[in-house]
């Protein structure tokens, strides 16, 4: 499962931190998911984020989530473990999250070609 | 505040120690004693034996040295701009630092070098509350704010200003005399700026010169900021330590880091590069900005320099920048993924670039950054193998544990991770 969820949002809510991940972690653990919780996912600005994100893969990020969109991010989820690059072209979303999403950063590669400091 | 365990002894038992001397994870039991290990592998049950001692079952978990940030920023506040770092308020600005330390250790970050301070003595005041125990947070070696010459600053608000040999030596002695543990030059540009680019040199030869005799004379070690290839060959040449980011290394500063690799730890702060790129967008940076400013060409650059320097043997450390609002406190283990996923590193190699290699420029290779006996107990108990998976140290909820000086600073039912209730 390639869940990644921010244990920070909301951020600019400091009573409220962490609220979003509590909301979503008791849901997670009964249906038995693997995510993974990381301290910020970088959107902070559309509180309540998760990526989608896996070794090689394209890193897709939605925003203004609630616990009520967990089942879509599941659905989501798996699509995603289903594709080899995670690209946006070859993923089917559920239609709730097309429009929230926030980020997508292709999977950094190493360049195929040297680029000497000596010649820029 | 944390509620700190006595500290008496403690066996970690039953767990996976990778204890950074480059060995395969093993089984085993670690022992600790006043703060320190003194058993590791197979403790004697006599050894083990009596009331005071606390066990905690690892559970086949492993346990390893607690993680080092060779290019720490307590004081960069998650600012969305540069300016930002110098519009906080002093008192603002200490309990901010304060947090960041507390964050640091949360995330089993038991070392970590300071590389500027945005204000003159936020490090130097942060270092002295966690050695006094009033705060926690990491072992760290606490900088000032940067030293610029007039026109080469990045962020003019948080720069120590000098200009000429002299000017350098005043400023050295100033900052010194704050109580650092080291100084920071910086002697190139950075592209977000917009006028001060990366590959520019702003000091002359003089002036690093006698900063670093100046800072040298009075046991202090300096780093850098030093993206161009000019910076670089200047830092090897005048003994500076540390040299921050060396994207633009040419041919010659290749060779000049690999003879001088004894002396030198390189700390490219890649994630800075990589955040800027792709995750600044929402606080106002796009993508096509960063593109245009030249961060594309500076990471694909300096990808291909530091698989270089790993392969020749110079040591490239991870931290840095971590404080921005795209490279938040928090997710400072990205720099591990980086390694592995961009600069050909094993698992391995990165788990010792942040544990045993820490040690050794924290100035204390014998007693931080190994699971050894004699070793400070700085330890980290991770649910799973970071070896196997080395993004599982991002996430605060595989690290049960968090040990330092002997005393658990994080354990399941013991501290609640600000407003997530795990464990």
């Known amino acids: 499962m390639t869940l990644h969820i921010c244990t920070t949002c909301p951020r600019y809510d400091a009573l ?13 653990e009964a249906a038995h998911l693997a995510p993974r919780y990381i301290a910020c996912l970088g959107g902070c600005p559309t509180d309540g984020v998760v990526s989608l994100d896996a070794p090689g893969k394209t890193r897709i990020r939605f925003g203004h989530l609630t616990v009520a969109d967990l089942p879509d991010l599941v659905r989501a989820a798996q699509a995603y473990d289903a594709t080899e690059t995670g690209e946006l072209a070859h993923l089917s979303l559920p239609a709730s999250l097309t429009s929230r999403i926030t980020s997508v950063r292709p999977k ?12 820029k | 505040m944390p509620t700190y365990t006595p500290r008496g002894r403690v066996l970690i038992r039953g767990a996976n120690i990778l204890d950074s001397t480059g060995a395969v994870p093993y089984p085993g039991d670690v022992l600790i004693e006043d703060g320190r290990i003194t058993a590791v592998g197979s403790v004697p049950q006599e050894a083990a034996a009596g009331d005071d001692i606390e066990i905690v079952d690892a559970d086949g978990k492993t346990v390893m040295s607690g993680l080092c940030d060779a290019h720490t920023h307590f004081s960069w506040n998650n600012s969305a701009d540069l300016d930002g770092l110098g519009t906080m308020p002093v008192e603002e ?3 901010f630092c304060l947090e960041s330390a507390h964050t640091y250790l949360d995330y089993g970050y038991t070392m970590c070098v300071g ?24 072992r760290y070696l606490a900088n000032g704010p940067e030293i610029a010459v007039t026109g080469g600053a990045l962020i003019p608000s948080i720069t120590k200003f000098a200009d000429g040999a002299e000017g350098m030596r005043l400023a050295v002695r100033e900052l010194v005399g704050l109580g650092v543990d080291q100084i920071k030059l910086s002697m190139s540009g950075e592209e977000i700026t917009g006028t001060l680019h990366a590959d520019d040199t702003y000091f002359t030869e003089e002036e690093v010169q006698a900063a670093a005799d100046e800072a040298h004379r009075r046991g202090i070690r300096v780093c850098a900021h030093a993206r161009s290839a000019e910076s670089v060959k200047m830092c090897v040449r005048h003994g500076v330590e540390i040299i921050y980011h060396a994207s633009y290394t040419d041919a010659e500063g290749m060779d000049m880091l690999e003879a001088a690799k004894d002396r030198v730890y390189v700390a490219p702060g890649i994630n800075w590069l990589v955040g800027t790129l792709y995750d600044a967008e929402s606080f106002g940076y796009p993508q096509a900005a960063a593109e245009a400013a030249g961060y594309r060409h500076e990471l694909e650059t300096a990808i291909e320099g530091l698989k270089e320097m790993h392969r020749r043997g110079i040591r490239i450390l991870p931290g840095g920048d971590y404080g921005f609002a795209w490279t938040p406190h928090g997710t400072y283990a990205r720099d591990l993924q980086h390694f592995v996923e961009l600069l050909d590193f094993t698992p391995m190699e ?4 942040a ?11 014998d007693e931080l950054g190994k699971v050894r006996p004699g070793y400070l107990a700085d330890l980290i108990i991770v649910d799973g193998n970071p070896l196997e998976d080395i993004t599982i140290l ?15 600073h994080r354990a399941p039912g013991q501290h609640h991770y600000r407003g997530l209730h795990i464990g």
């Open chain 2, 93 to 95: 600005h200490l309990l």
């Open chain 2, 350 to 353: 990165a788990i010792l670039a």
């Open chain 2, 394 to 408: 991002q996430d605060i909820t595989r690290i049960t544990h968090v040990m330092k000086d002997g005393r658990f």
């Open chain 1, 108 to 119: 950094l590669v190493r360049p195929a070609t040297a680029t000497p400091a000596d010649q």
């Open chain 1, 16 to 28: 409220h931190q962490g609220d979003f991940a509590q909301s979503l972690h008791d849901e997670v």
């Open chain 2, 115 to 138: 590389a500027a301070s945005a204000k003159p003595r936020l490090d130097v005041v942060c270092r002295n509350a966690i050695e006094e125990h009033r705060f926690p947070g990491p």
């Open chain 2, 355 to 365: 544990t045993a290699q820490g040690g050794e420029i924290m100035l204390r290779p």
